[in-house]
């Protein structure tokens, strides 16, 4: 039966992501009391219009999460399956199918972002022009890269399941599954804060 229990071990990786995650949440948080102090400090702050892809980019985010669950389920049940059955190997079902759907939904979302900060210049919005603009490339850009990361790590348990050479990489999904739920959750603080604050 414990070989059915969906929930990843606890495992160094794990523990580093949330390390990770302390401290990403304390850089977002010190930003968002700067961007504060900032606008409340000088008459030059002017409020930005946030491009409307941000918000269909919030939905490829979400649903990339959902799809990370559905591979992360279906591959804890193929790994007891395998279990059972004695057998090993290279996995390349559906529950990767869905993890290389996450991928791709991570990777559309950095693209729309890029689309949203190419509509900003082409408004005269750029890094320089006023406080406000600065903030949201700042905010978006940071996440941007975080996110790459986790797309990376994504990568990183594709090619450990496609070689299967050292077993499950139980660990290594359960730790790149809370990176990118994380990088979910930040998102959603950090469309609220620029819809509120710019």
């Known amino acids: 039966m414990d070989t059915l229990k969906l ?4 495992s160094p990786a794990r523990t580093g992501v949330w390390v990770g995650i302390a401290t990403i949440t304390l850089s977002f948080a010190a930003y968002t009391s700067a961007m504060v102090v900032r606008q409340g400090s000088g008459a030059d702050w002017q409020h930005v219009a946030l491009p409307r892809i ?7 985010l979400l649903a990339s999460s959902a799809t990370l669950e559905a591979g992360r389920r279906r591959l804890e049940v193929d790994w007891a399956l395998e279990a059972l059955e004695g057998r090993a190997g290279a996995f390349s079902g559906p529950g990767v199918a869905w993890l290389s759907a996450t991928m791709a939904l991570g990777l559309l979302f950095i693209a729309g972002q890029v689309i949203a900060w190419r509509g900003l210049a082409a408004r005269g919005l750029f890094l320089a022009t006023n406080p406000a603009s600065d903030f949201f490339y700042v905010f978006t850009a940071l ?25 499950p990489p139980r660990a ?27």
């Open 143 to 167: 996440h941007g890269l975080h996110l790459l990361g986790g797309v990376t790590a994504l990568g990183y348990v594709l090619a450990r399941l496609r070689a299967a050479s050292a077993g």
């Open 172 to 198: 290594a999904l359960g730790a790149a599954s809370l990176y990118w739920h994380f990088m979910d959750v930040l998102w959603l603080y950090l469309l609220l804060v620029l819809a509120t604050r710019l």
């Open 7 to 10: 929930s990843p071990p606890s």
């Open 54 to 60: 941000l918000y269909f980019n919030t939905l490829l």
